[in-house]
């Protein structure tokens, strides 16, 4: 079924009545308002996409999809709050949820077992990430620049004492204008300890913390404009590219050790870095 640009759809009805329907377009269902819950249970359901639905509120609260391949919510402004994941969804690689007003995401987005890519961008009203996110299989890439109060959750989904597993996965992590604390970043990169790809610039963090040391397959690490930034400890060995432009409150003794790494560890970045020491000191 596809309703792309609809503009006198403003709500979904109760559609359990079609089992088999496979595919449900809505993008650009500017007057839409509402999916009825019965969506969430479509078991045959592979593609589901509102992107643009700049009205849309209320969806299923829960998802029992475990044939999903596409789902986007992105562009949605006013949708605040995120389904409850029943069963395992293999399928589903990407998830976009762009520009969206939700507030948090399930600890059972866990179930997400295929999910490779989620973008979380200028998710504004986003305060934090469950630690079930460290869980998924497969996990590469976490879009979430803008998300202004970002953060992972440690609790466990019973409430019980905190645990933190660290994913084994290769990730790539775009995590710039998060508001992110020297303390989120412990969490973070505690979690994601085999990131390669680390763009934390434009945060309020103070000291780069170091467990950063811990990420041994770190190549490229952003900072630029993290101006609160006073203290690099280390930096990790395998480092091929740092950006830490206009950091104004880094202080000559971190300047001197983050020269005197990157000159051990790794002589080509030494020209690029000699320029933001000219800045820094």
């Given at each position: 079924m596809d309703f792309t640009d609809c503009e006198f759809l403003s709500e979904v009805p109760d559609i359990s009545g079609i089992p088999d329907l496979r595919i449900l377009y809505l993008d650009n269902c500017i007057n839409l308002i509402k999916i009825h819950d019965s969506v969430g249970f479509l078991g045959n359901l592979e593609e589901l996409t509102t992107i643009g639905c700049t009205s849309l509120k209320i969806i299923p609260s829960a998802f029992k999809l475990a044939s999903l391949r596409e789902l986007s919510f992105s562009e949605c402004l006013r949708l605040v709050r995120f389904p409850e994941i029943l069963c395992e969804i293999e399928n589903l690689k990407y998830l976009n949820l762009w520009q969206t007003a939700i507030e948090e995401l399930p600890f059972s987005i866990g179930n997400l077992r295929g999910l490779e890519s989620l973008n979380l961008m200028e998710c504004a009203r986003l305060d934090k990430l469950p630690s079930s996110i460290f869980a998924l299989p497969r996990l590469q890439e976490i879009q979430a620049d803008s998300c202004r109060g970002f953060d992972i959750s440690i609790e466990c989904e019973d409430h019980g004492q905190p645990r933190l597993s660290a994913s084994p996965n290769i990730v790539h992590l775009y995590l710039s204008s998060c508001n992110l604390t020297t303390e989120h970043l412990v969490i973070c990169?505690?979690?994601?300890?085999?990131?390669?790809?680390?763009?934390?610039?434009?945060?309020?963090?103070?000291?780069l913390p170091?467990?950063?040391?811990?990420?041994?397959?770190?190549?490229?690490?952003?900072?630029?404009?993290?101006?609160?930034?006073?203290?690099?400890?280390?930096?990790?060995?395998?480092?091929?590219?740092?950006?830490?432009?206009?950091?104004?409150?880094?202080?000559?003794?971190?300047?001197?050790?983050?020269?005197?790494?990157?000159?051990?560890f790794n002589a080509s970045c030494l020209s690029f870095l000699l320029l933001i020491n000219l800045f820094i000191l």
């Open positions: 990169l505690s979690g994601f300890a085999n990131v390669v790809y680390l763009d934390i610039s434009y945060n309020s963090f103070t000291v170091a467990c950063i040391k811990e990420c041994i397959n770190l190549k490229t690490l952003l900072l630029s404009n993290c101006n609160q930034l006073q203290d690099i400890l280390v930096i990790p060995s395998k480092l091929e590219d740092i950006d830490a432009l206009n950091c104004t409150s880094l202080t000559s003794q971190s300047s001197s050790v983050l020269l005197s790494q990157v000159i051990f």
